[in-house]
């Protein structure tokens, strides 16, 4: 429905059946291809009489908007004025008794687009992870230029009433200081930030990084400007400072791949919740909460959302951040955390070591994760130490105290700056076992992908022979592959996504002027299928090929045929995925053969293999960020692990709740026991025994115009606001 409610009080040519063709090539295209108005008429009954008109002649009675709470509130108020609405028009002869009866039901579900992430009840709102990596974008771009220039950076985005894009930019960034609408700095504030930049600057940090949200105020309701805070840096400290306001910048530009998947996913509950919906099943509203889609009542999500605009303007700051919802919360927890380096008076008595390091592959997010840890850490009064090159380091000695200012800088580098080596710990865990002694650790981080999880469990299980590994140890699954058990999420994987995504976009467009053309392409993941399979989601993939999902050449050769019918379309351009271990005599070769060979006279294929590409790059901000969060909860852990195993003048626990692997799990963040995760495990095809994204494979062959049946809905049932909220305490 072109311009949106505008399109459906004027009627006409606005209201059009959307076909297959249609919407076709529409995935990679940023801001909203059918159009959005703001529309006065619709505000008014005349206006709404009209829409209802427009609806019922085309035998029109589910809706589904997509926008923010003004428009789900109207559509609301629609939805309860429809029988009066249609009463009108029947008296008014504008529609006969039969067009009145078949459409005496109007079923409506929400989605919230906006990129400011200000609507309740969800996790994030389609939209924000696109406008977070513009302003990354724009930030590591600034980033270059401190290494010829000592300068202070403000930056302005969005967010007139949440800060959310302000306060997640200045997590993802490592930004000095951040200024949102839900946190007005006190009195005085213009003295802590100047000694701040001071000292930053005085350790020899080049660039000093503040990011504004532009409805950002002080204690006393006023604005606090980019303008003002650069006339006071370069007023009290002569800092050369420069002002940049992002603006519309940050509405633009492709969607990222978490968006388009996350639109995809929001889209399907939609269609379940409106073919499910009655007349006694309330407007609801598609949320995300951790990595669930849930439906939740419209109105109570509308009414909170009004709830914290109101405890703003009562300046009761801690109410409103409290209702934007435990995302939001914990999102500031961490900033709180890592924003302020306290005075070694202030620290925590704490006498505990802490090692850190990276196992496996390198993964985007590894070193967001290490800086998030190791600060925590020092704040929690520990002495944090880094160790280089993973086990093979370990056992090596290549352990060094690693300080608040090593890290600086951190988060925005991708791969591993400590170094990683795959190398286990089996065969050495006796030199291992000394070190711990000899640097007396306390407590153990190891941030990695499959070889981390083994490293681990065997680590756990040497506890029998080796009381040095005795100690709370923790893991945090980082790799581009998503194949560790445990988790839904691993940092590193949606930088991978981004990587693939961005080069099937180019691969298609490289075909704009030629017909007919199919393009196979390998990802990486060893035998696990996400990369491919979400990536292919994303990407608009015709065919993914999968380990998990095994094929045949009956498989093949139907895929080719359904190619073929699909060149006879407008859509003249195919594509393939195909993960590198689907199938050992099945090569993205052969496949590439079969196609060409099949495809002669139909269309022609073209074949790449990603490889490393996948695997290096800056971090994405959903990585930067996620790995922040879990490390400052996995060192919140440790510390709470390390008091109660103290005793007697020493840490001892061999328990198996104190070797964790840290992971999301549907709508939370958990703590689960390696021991336990091993009977989930594959270990030979080093994947788990279940995994969740399998369940979007049905939805990606129906995208791609494959009969089949998609009846797995994440939730399935309405719930309400405060049951979900009460889940989420952990949720990032």
């Known amino acids: 429905m072109p311009k949106g409610y505008q399109g459906m009080v004027d009627g006409g040519d606005n209201i059009k059946e959307a076909t297959w063709e249609s919407v076709s090539s529409m995935l990679q295209v940023g801001g909203t291809v059918i ?82 992430n200000d609507f309740c009840g969800t996790d994030m709102t389609i939209g924000t992870d696109s406008a977070l990596h513009r302003i990354i974008e724009v930030v590591d771009a600034i980033m270059t230029t401190a290494q010829s220039h000592q300068r202070t950076f403000v930056l302005e985005v969005m967010g007139r009433h949440c800060g959310y894009l302000a306060m997640v930019s200045a997590l993802a960034c490592g930004a000095d200081w951040v200024f949102i609408p ?42 606090i400007t980019p303008d003002y805070i ?3 840096v370069v007023r009290c400290l002569g800092f050369d400072t420069r002002v940049t306001i992002l603006g519309h910048v940050q509405r633009g530009g492709t969607p990222s791949a978490f968006d388009r998947i996350l639109a995809s996913r929001m889209g399907v509950e939609a269609v379940l919740a409106l073919l499910e919906a009655s007349a006694t099943t309330p407007a609801c509203v598609v949320s995300l909460v951790g990595n669930q889609a849930v439906r939740l009542p419209l109105m109570e999500c509308v009414q909170m ?47 505990f070591n802490v090692a850190v390091l990276n196992v496996g592959a390198p993964a985007a997010g590894m070193n967001a994760a290490v800086r998030a840890a190791v600060r925590v850490g020092i704040t929690e009064g520990h002495k944090m130490f880094a160790v280089s090159d993973g086990f093979e380091g370990f056992y090596k000695g290549q352990i060094k105290e690693i300080k608040w200012g090593d890290v600086g800088g951190w988060t925005g580098q991708g791969g591993s700056l400590l170094g990683t080596k795959r190398t286990l710990p089996g065969k050495h865990l006796e030199e291992i076992a000394e070190q711990i002694r000899i640097h007396n650790i306390n407590a153990l981080m190891v941030i990695g992908g499959f070889e981390a999880f083994e490293s681990l469990l065997q680590l756990y299980e040497g506890r029998a022979d080796y009381q040095d590994f005795c100690i709370p140890m923790c893991m945090l699954p980082a790799t581009i592959s998503n194949n560790v058990c445990g988790t839904d999420l691993s940092i590193g994987a949606d930088t991978a996504l981004n990587a693939i995504v961005e080069t099937c976009d180019r691969i298609k467009q490289s075909a704009s002027g030629t017909k007919r053309r199919v393009f196979i392409i390998e990802t990486m993941g060893g035998y696990c299928g996400y990369l491919a399979t979400v990536g ?116 001892f626990t061999n328990s ?59 939730s399935g049932q309405l719930e309400h606001v405060t049951r979900v909220r009460a889940r989420e305490s952990d949720t990032i």
Not at 340 to 347: F, G, N, Q, T
Not at 549 to 561: G, H, K, W
Not at 660 to 688: N, W, Y
């Open 656 to 714: 198996e709740d104190t070797a964790c692997l840290l992971g999301m799990r549907r709508r939370a963040l958990v703590f689960q026991p390696v021991s336990k995760l091993r009977d989930e495990t594959d270990f030979v095809h080093r994947i788990p025994k279940e995994q969740w994204w399998l369940k979007l494979r049905p939805l990606m062959k129906i995208l791609a115009k494959y009969k089949t049946s998609y009846d797995v809905s994440d």
């Open 35 to 116: 159009g959005s108005a703001r529309c006065k008429e619709f505000r008014v009954r005349e206006g709404r009489l009209r829409a209802a008109r427009n609806l019922v002649q085309r035998g029109i009675n589910n809706l589904c908007v997509i926008g923010g709470d003004g428009s789900l509130t109207g559509a609301n108020l629609f939805r309860e004025e429809w029988s009066g609405l249609l009463d009108e028009l029947l008296g008014q002869g504008l529609i006969d008794e039969e067009a009145a009866r078949s459409n005496s039901e109007l079923h409506i579900v929400g989605m919230v687009g906006s990129i400011d």
């Open 230 to 232: 650069k006339e006071l």
């Open 536 to 651: 292919g989601l994303a990407a608009g993939a015709d065919t993914v090929y999968i380990y998990e999902e095994p094929f045949d050449i009956r498989d093949l050769q139907a895929n080719v045929e359904h190619l073929t019918q699909k060149m006879k379309t407008s859509i003249q351009r195919g594509l393939v995925l195909r993960n590198e271990n689907s199938n050992e005599n099945f090569t993205t070769d052969f496949i590439y053969q079969l196609y060409t060979e099949e495809g002669r006279g139909v269309f022609d294929c073209r074949k790449n293999i990603l490889g490393h590409m996948q695997q290096g790059g800056a971090p994405s901000p959903f990585d930067r960020n996620f790995g922040t969060k879990v490390a400052a909860k996995a060192i919140q852990w440790v510390t709470k692990t390390l008091k109660e195993s103290y005793k007697g003048g020493r840490v």
């Open 182 to 223: 839900e946190m007005p700095p006190g009195d005085g504030w213009e003295d802590v930030m100047c000694q701040k930049l001071s000292e930053n600057r005085a350790d020899k940090k080049r660039l000093n990084i503040i990011i504004v949200a532009e409805g950002a105020i002080d204690s006393h309701n006023k604005a």
């Open 305 to 351: 959302t009004q709830e914290v605009q109101k405890a703003m303007d009562e300046k009761k700051f801690e109410e409103a951040v409290r209702l934007r919802g435990s995302s939001f919360e914990n999102n500031l927890t961490t900033y709180r955390l890592l924003s302020y380096r306290k005075a070694d008076s202030e620290l925590p008595n704490s006498s």
